[in-house]
């Protein structure tokens, strides 16, 4: 079966880096780790694939190649030189022992980038290194000016552990909460999230769970929502939507009827249809949702699952969005521009 990341788990730090000077690179980003992975024995993987029962924080400094193309992400195979000018690279990882040294230097990086943040959630099959460098090429290819912040579940980055990542990812749900709400007692204006595939489906049920505590909107924090790819059951869904209720703020969904990925997925949950490539759009817009269909554009992937980063139009798009809605709600310029994407 496909997975989200499809990627051998590779180390993330190298041993020997070719030296290079900032004016060779085309981009140098931090993204900030809250994970419910275990620390690997090996200290050049990081973070491995077991599960931890608390979560563990840290700050990965990835630098881009000036060889980059939208949407594609070079990664060093194995046996070549830690090249910058050449392939994706991690120049540092800094661990936090503490949730508060963590968020003080998180607080601290969304300051000088004035007060927004986005939260992403990867999907199954994805190696801690996977996450960051897709994490770190959507901040890049969309222009993203905020802090990011990746939530990293457990996931064991095989395509045989497809029952072992939705029970991680069941684990997951309360420390993507704490971790939301850490987030919202930040100096943070303004919180979105991007989810993907079985990401998708923690998400859905922490905001649940937020809505449950009568919080859903993180005091007025949370930003748009952007599902892409959602490994949801179609009934699972509904019953989730209607706990949170219509929301405020744009739910954006990213579905394609041509996603492989979500068809194997639908088998092994007995024939049952998956959100991301459920034919019935009105069906689903009925419960506040944006809606749309990318079944006519065309990814690199050739499982058709990771469109909404893949695409350059659209990972364009998001980044657009997500920049220039900074009234929240009234501008809905750019959520129509995605949507007519998707209707081409």
Not at 182 to 200: E, F, K, N, P
Not at 205 to 216: K, M, P
Request: charged share 25%; glycine share 8%; aromatic share 8%.
């Amino acid at each position: 079966m496909a997975g989200c990341a499809g990627h051998q788990t590779q180390e993330i730090l190298g041993s020997v880096v070719v030296p290079t000077t900032a004016t060779e690179i085309a981009g140098n980003h931090s993204i900030f780790i809250a994970t419910t992975r275990k620390r690997s024995d090996d200290p050049n993987k990081v973070f491995d694939g077991e599960r931890s029962a608390t979560l563990n924080y840290a700050r990965v400094n990835v630098t881009v190649p000036p060889v980059h193309e939208t949407g594609q992400i070079e990664r060093r195979s194995r046996g070549t030189s830690n090249d910058p000018t050449k392939y994706f690279m991690a120049s540092e990882v800094v661990g936090y022992d503490a949730q508060p040294k963590f968020a003080s230097a998180l607080n601290a990086d969304i300051d000088a980038r004035g007060g927004r943040v986005m939260v992403f959630v990867h999907g199954y099959n994805t190696g801690f290194d996977d996450a960051v460098y897709r994490l770190t090429q959507i901040v890049h290819d969309s222009g993203y000016p905020g802090t990011p912040v990746l939530f990293s579940w457990a996931s064991g980055a095989k395509t045989t552990d497809y029952v072992y990542d939705k029970e991680s990812a069941a684990a997951a749900r309360d420390q993507l909460e704490v971790t939301l709400r850490m987030l919202a007692q930040t100096g943070a204006r303004r919180i979105d999230i991007v989810a993907h595939s079985m990401g998708t489906w923690v998400t859905m049920e922490t905001l649940r769970q937020l809505a449950i505590t009568g919080d859903r909107d993180l005091n007025g924090k949370l930003g748009d929502v952007v599902l892409a790819s959602p490994d949801i059951d179609v009934d699972v869904f509904k019953s989730q939507m209607r706990r949170y209720g219509k929301p405020d703020k744009p739910f954006i969904l990213l579905l394609s009827d041509d996603d492989r990925a979500l068809r194997l997925s639908g088998l092994i949950a007995g024939s049952r249809p998956r959100v991301g490539d459920y034919r019935d759009a009105a069906d689903l817009a009925s419960y506040g949702v944006t809606v749309v269909d990318l079944s006519n554009e065309k990814g690199s992937d050739s499982f058709n699952h990771t469109k909404f980063a893949d695409n350059p139009v659209l990972v364009k798009m998001i980044g657009q969005r997500l920049r220039e809605d900074d009234g929240f709600a009234s501008d809905r310029n750019v959520t129509d521009r995605i949507s007519q994407l998707g209707g081409q």
